[in-house]
């Protein structure tokens, strides 16, 4: 029988700059909120303190805005420095329209101005992009924090994004490490004895949602712990929640 | 400063058929659990149930299959009763394809099969329609559980949708009551002083999110409590969670 779950906020983590040691911090701010994870927490982290350790950094100011650049800066919020850092960091653009710039990252993710965020860093005005690679930034902080923590815990790194058709911006997995982004209800029986219909769900997304519920954006809470959600650890990819081309109707 | 906050399955609320009082299954099961419902918890409850006490269940082979019905058949994975069911209740065919029929229904909710569901009462085989209308749906349940626990919480009705581009189902709302479907964080200044960024966050479609992580789908779990998140209660409806044509991208 499912029991409850907490989402737990991490608070105190401040500011984050490159070559700063996340796991240390994390760990630190735990201590200090007398929180120690235990087996099966799931550590949710915003994309962006990630970014920033790892120095995922730019100044727009010294990149060459290139001729399509101009153009979404005439249509669009920001300036022609901004787009060509996002389209830089694209493949393809999926929609570029009504003063929006949607593109598939290098990644395989589809989000508005490929993740690219503007940042604070001091009074130096920079903007941040999205880790190289989600999944190992995941993992790496998984097994530092395993290790400090002496506790098997899961790590699912979250960016805000916004959907078609529906308002409003919902957190996301963008990588994890240590547990299964999909959950697959498929051909299990209901508790009638009969074979359910196929689903799968997204249950690394659905945390990323729940723990943005302890993180607002006024408060500066970047981490939050999930404890009490079931789940078997295992190695897997936050690429099963992107939706393969053949699969995917809206291309 | 935000706090934790626990996410509570509802057990034993059993198989509900039309006519049920929902207020009264509900306020049993909390009964039976020990749980005493207080101001500010928001009460998630699948649209199976909420739909199956209102009575919106048609037996598929009384609708006579028009032609498109009998198209989708041939492509999809139900057979035409279920489809001509599905296309009464959309007002509009999206995608047509790869055996998939996604339509937006009389609500504006996009979604495969306008969220019709087959369903089982006793040994009849039946299909569950979406509520009339969520928002009054959650408004009823609402007054009602207020009045019983004397308590001020909030209501959302909650469905499993997919959507393009990302694998997998999150669960999301489809009708709310007494809360702010959501948050705008849009012009509040940042811990470090600066304005930040628009952001608009779909917090009811996080908390149906958060909520689905303790229902499972074996477990029969169609509702849950979320203690803890902070809001101003408000009277306001899910129709604000459907992007209005004008800023759809995606038509």
Known sequence: MTGPIQIIPVHGIGEVVPADDLPTIIHIALKEQDISLIDGDVVVVTQKIVSKAEGRMVDPTTVEPS????????????????????????????????????????????????????????????????????????????????????????????????RPWREGQVNVAIGVAGIDPLADYAGQPDTHGYMMQASNIAVADEMASAAELVMGKVDAVPVAIIRGYNYTPTNASAQKLIRSPERDLFR
Do not use: W
Request: charged share 25%.
């Open 67 to 162: 001729h399509m650049a101009h153009m979404a800066a005439a249509q669009g919020h920001k300036d022609a420095h901004h787009y060509e850092i996002v389209l830089r960091e694209s493949r393809r653009v999926v929609r570029m329209d009504r003063r929006v710039l949607i593109t598939e990252t290098h990644h395989g993710l589809i989000c508005a101005n490929a993740g690219v965020d503007e940042s604070n860093v001091g009074s130096e005005r920079l903007v941040t992009l999205l880790p190289v690679d989600p999944d190992r930034s995941a993992s790496r902080l998984r097994d530092a924090l395993c290790e400090r923590s002496n506790a098997t815990v899961a790590v699912i790194i979250s960016d805000t994004f916004g």
